[in-house]
């Protein structure tokens, strides 16, 4: 079945980076795009961006460009997104989410991003 | 950007009684070409990843009991529970997929027993 495993939660400083991963399994990892989703909490759930993993094109939510990287290994079947210049208020849970098989997406387990001094 | 409102914020319904959620999207998200209203739902348990419940507005996902059910066309849509369960305590999320591959979420839609 579809799974989407990401990697464990993290603690940064202010003004640090953060680069978080999501291994894809039970499909074609190049033939759907990756979408990445916070939700900080008590908060409702934030588009961040999406990368296509063949083309490698990228597309970003407005209030995240120049700060969000999303990359991919495909000989690993792997996302990643990368989020620089931290602020408190990029504390949240990270998911990664597809869409296979439907219209609608699957999501992984979510990666706590804490982000204090 | 297309903004998607729920209603209401907050939820409290009875065990066995029935639970409405609106959703409304700022512009409409049927496209004319396949007749298909590009929503979906999805019920996020505490903390839990979101898990799909409703796709094309009205289409169960696997799996999912038969006391969900998605209405609506358009700009308005609802998603009905029509006998409450302890375990449908959860928050509910509309999402648009008409930008593909940019998409909007709703705010979320809290469900609690009353």
């Known amino acids: 079945q579809v799974q989407l495993v990401q990697s464990g939660a993290e603690v940064k400083k202010p003004g640090a980076s953060v680069k978080v991963s999501c291994k894809a399994s039970?499909?074609?990892?190049?033939?759907?795009?990756v979408n990445w989703v916070r939700q900080a909490t008590g908060q409702g759930l934030e588009w961040m961006g999406w990368?296509?993993?063949?083309?490698?094109?990228?597309g970003y939510a407005e209030r995240f460009q120049g700060r969000v990287t999303m990359t991919r290994n495909t000989s690993i079947s792997t996302a990643y997104m990368e989020l620089s210049s931290l602020r408190s208020d990029d504390t949240a849970v990270y998911y990664c989410?597809?869409?296979?098989?439907?219209?609608?997406?699957?999501w992984g387990q979510g990666t706590v991003v804490t982000v204090s001094s | 950007d297309i903004v998607m409102t729920q209603s209401p914020d907050s939820l409290a319904v009875s065990l066995g009684e029935r639970a409405t959620i609106n959703c409304k999207s700022s512009?409409?998200?049927?496209?004319?070409?396949?007749?298909?209203?590009?929503l979906a739902w999805y019920q996020q348990k505490s903390g839990q990843p979101p898990k799909l419940l409703i796709y094309?507005?009205?289409t169960r996902a696997s799996g999912v009991p038969d006391r969900f059910s998605g209405s609506g066309s358009g700009t308005d849509f609802t998603l009905t529970i029509s006998s409450l369960q302890a375990e449908d305590v959860a928050i509910y999320h509309c999402q648009q997929y008409y930008t593909t591959p940019r998409i909007t979420f709703g705010q979320g839609t809290r469900l609690e027993i009353k």
């Open positions: 039970g499909y074609t990892f190049t033939n759907y795009d």
């Open positions: 512009q409409s998200i049927l496209y004319s070409s396949n007749n298909k209203n590009y």
């Open positions: 094309w507005a009205s």
């Open positions: 990368m296509n993993p063949i083309s490698t094109n990228t």
């Open positions: 989410a597809t869409s296979v098989g439907s219209a609608g997406l699957t």
